[in-house]
């Protein structure tokens, strides 16, 4: 029981933000999710990013590298910012786009 009657679930509020964040994370990377997203950026000429990689590259580049880059994104904050493999311009790590 919690302080005013009611029944404690036994989660803490950071643990259900972590399983919210995990959630949010699995629809994100989904097949489904990252397909969709694609088809937007190709139909609509997309652009290169901050890395330089452009959009005629791109399926090349996760051929070799998407495994890579989906396990450094759900690996968390830190591999994220680092999942590519590349460096921006300005020596932070690129997302490899």
Known sequence: MTPYG??????????????GQEERWQRIL???????????VRANGGAAGID???????????KLHGERVR??????PTSRR?????TSP???????R
């Open 6 to 19: 009611r029944a404690d679930s036994g989660r803490t509020q950071a643990a259900e933000t972590d399983r």
């Open 30 to 40: 989904s097949p489904e999710n990252l397909n969709a997203a694609w088809q937007r």
């Open 52 to 62: 330089g990689l452009s959009i005629a590259a791109f399926p090349a580049y996760m």
């Open 71 to 76: 396990a450094a994104l759900q690996a968390g």
């Open 82 to 86: 680092r999942c590519g493999g590349r």
């Open 90 to 96: 300005n020596g932070t790590a690129a997302s490899g």
